[in-house]
């Protein structure tokens, strides 16, 4: 059997399957801390939730307290595989490098299996709540999304030829992530109305079941492995953090600066990004709002389509543009829907906030490129190793600051989280300011630091 070197069809199935979860299981949470904190059952209509206007009425109390509880056991729950999900991410994705890349596909994807059959299990028999905490300690210890974007972006840097193919094909793979995660936010609304938590959860497995066949016996892979390469799990670990270490350790020092520079606008910036669209549907379902499966599901596609216009803003920009502009707009562009998300009281405000927010993910994929650009290739493994902990890294400490913050202050203004992630977008705006300054006399710094490396790299073979 002929296998492929087309990745893009497992990333979109992956995605579609982890944007379907992840609502549904905010909402499930949710349903279930309501239920059991005002012992009445929860109410969906056709237009709104079971959502109180009144603040003079006791339930509007109950329901801000469901608010609190719902932020801080999400914060609880995340933080719970984040350890675990860092580890493997960067021995996993590193490792690819040597051993491959497809086990960085596989593993995260048998973990979201065994997530969604417990799902499956835990919504038809009604366990208890504190069992989610083994659900995502079971993703993290298989990896989880950081490991499955680590590898799948090695994959498909691997493939590339060219510094604007690179730029291009990471931007259709955020694309794809954009797409596909609206796209399953849509969608999980009106699944969730027909056939309920259980069934969808066994449909998200079937996906994940036909996923793990493609990688498995469908997808070629890009590093050829040696049959007679054996080495025990303490040398691989010591050679990973070797590879890593070297990374930095053998690179000119104007490259360090570089790496470091891109490095931590991209952690600076996912943390904003991260911090602020976790807390869209705890927003959402909140008075005066008060939106229900079927509306989030229509936030989600708008932001869909949002995203496509993202990806052509990068695709005809990149061609008059350097990268670092890229990512001023497209932080401006996040720092406006912010702004504008704090102060939304109306299901269209709400809606509209897309609308300045249509760039925001250029950053993402604009960063990673221009970090592939300035490594050799035999150092891309270890690259996206670090992005991937760091994501994980800056993902967990994101979502936990800001559930905590937004439990604090859901009480007295509920949008303060979104202006304080608007404020801190000055951090990212700065490093890359320091970034431009430094490269602003050169017209391809990518170049001159490849010119600078080879020969030491050559001298260290």
Known sequence: MKKTLLLEPVISLYIFAYSVTSPLKQQYIYKRIWEETTN???????NISHCELNQSNPTYVKQKEVQEKASLFAMKTDLCGAVFSILVAFVLVANGDRYGRKISLVLPLVGSLTS?????????????????????????????????????FSFIVDCCKTHRQKTIRIAVVD?????????????????LKEIDFMWTFAM???????????????????????????QSWREGLKDT?????????SSSYKKRILMILLLCTFMTYLFTVYGGLS??????????????????????????LISMTGFLGIVLLSQYLRDSYLVFIGIFSYVGGSIMAAFANTTL?????????????????VIRSMLSKIVLPNEQGALFACIACLEVVTGTISITVFNTIYSMTVAWFPGFSFLLSAGFCIIPLSLMSWFMYVTWH???YVLLINEEDCPGQNDHN
């Not at 869209?280 to 869909?304: D, F, K, Q, R």
Request: charged share 10%.
């Open 40 to 46: 009445s059952t929860f109410i969906v209509q056709d």
């Open 116 to 152: 969604s059959i417990f799902l499956f299990v835990m919504s038809d028999l009604s366990l208890p709540l504190y069992l989610f905490f083994v659900f995502s300690l079971v993703g993290g210890l298989f990896g989880d999304l950081a490991t499955f974007l680590g590898g799948a």
């Open 175 to 191: 694309l794809i992530f954009g797409f596909t995660s609206g796209l399953g936010g849509l969608i999980s609304g009106y699944i």
């Open 204 to 230: 998200i497995s079937l996906f994940h079941v036909v996923n793990i066949f493609y990688v498995i016996f469908c997808l070629d892979e890009t590093v050829k492995v040696s049959a007679f390469q054996t």
């Open 241 to 249: 953090l070797s590879g890593v270490y070297m990374l930095f350790k």
């Open 279 to 304: 807390l869209y549907v705890l927003y959402e379902l909140n008075a005066p709002l008060c939106w229900n499966a079927i509306y989030i599901g229509y936030g989600s596609a708008v932001s869909t």
């Open 349 to 365: 405000l709400m809606m509209l906030v897309r609308v300045p927010s249509m760039l925001l993910f250029i950053p993402i994929p």
């Open 442 to 444: 050169e017209e391809n």
